[in-house]
């Protein structure tokens, strides 16, 4: 498999830019960022420990020691400072987004596929469609690099995150009550936590919007029909309360009117 770790620059102002993932400080500002807006650590440091061990794990996957395609999105204000990040790399996944941990590297279920992680915006960058901009950019990797899907895993309470993947077509595949999570308490350790997983066609729309915007067509056109028929339907009866008028019977013309 070819190798391809690179660090995607994204500055919403200019056009996209790549380099190679090699720089220490920007794995360092990317892991405190998902770090604080993602584990929430209830101090500072909480958020230290927890960004050395994303660090650790960021620089693992997203730079040439993994050997898959993988790469490190940022989003860059105009000044040039860090605001947003994600990632995404290709592992040895099954369709619902567990590894070869999980069930075993024999399992016929995997097959390498773009998982898309580590999603997060400052807090003061956010709801200005960064996020969406960011995934876009990631899939639009995973295309390039000749995948038709990306999976993601994100925690099952977390609503404001499902409702953003699921508006950018991700749908749920799966649940996972036995996913794992990082907390801080005497020492990093993982814990027990309940996630969702989400797969994204690249190459097809998700099939409840395809069948909602059939519906809707449907609705409209039928309206549009019975609308024509209604009208046309009363241009007659007009022309015939006319008719009767022009012979003097009103009140047969007023009958034939008086339901419309």
């Not at 794995?27 to 230290?48: H, N, T, W």
């Not at 420990?49 to 395609?69: C, G, H, P, S, Y």
């Not at 940022?74 to 000044?79: I, K």
């Not at 399992?107 to 960064?130: A, M, N, T, W």
């Amino acid at each position: 498999m070819a190798l391809a770790s690179l660090l995607v620059s994204v500055n919403f102002l200019a056009p996209v830019t790549l380099r190679p993932a090699t720089d220490t400080a920007t794995f360092r500002i990317a892991s405190l960022l998902v770090a604080d807006g993602i584990l929430k650590p209830e101090g500072p440091s909480d958020l230290a420990i927890l960004a050395a061990a994303l660090q650790r794990d960021m620089q693992e996957r997203f730079t040439q020691r993994n050997r898959n395609e993988n790469a490190l999105i940022l989003a860059e204000n105009d000044e040039g400072d860090i605001v947003g990040v994600v990632g995404i790399d290709v592992q040895r996944l099954s369709y619902n987004a567990l590894n070869e941990d999980r069930i075993g590297s024999s399992d016929q279920r995997l097959s390498e596929r773009p998982l898309l992680s580590s999603l997060s915006v400052s807090p003061k960058y956010r709801r200005r469609g960064i996020a969406k901009k960011l995934c876009r950019e990631a899939e639009r990797t995973a295309k390039q690099w000749g995948y038709n899907e990306v999976l993601l895993k994100v925690e099952a309470d977390n609503s404001r995150a499902r409702s953003l993947y699921r508006s950018l077509g991700y749908r749920v595949v799966d649940t996972d009550k036995q996913a794992e999570r990082p907390v801080v308490k005497g020492g990093l350790r993982f814990v027990k936590t309940t996630q969702v997983a989400m797969r994204k066609s690249l190459t097809f729309p998700p099939f409840d919007s395809v069948v909602s915007a059939l519906a809707v067509a449907a609705a409209a056109a039928y309206a549009s029909s019975t609308y024509h028929e209604q009208l046309a339907q009363a241009m007659d009866t007009g022309a015939q309360a006319g008719r009767l008028l022009g012979a003097g019977d009103f009140e047969a013309a007023l009958a034939l009117i008086r339901p419309l």
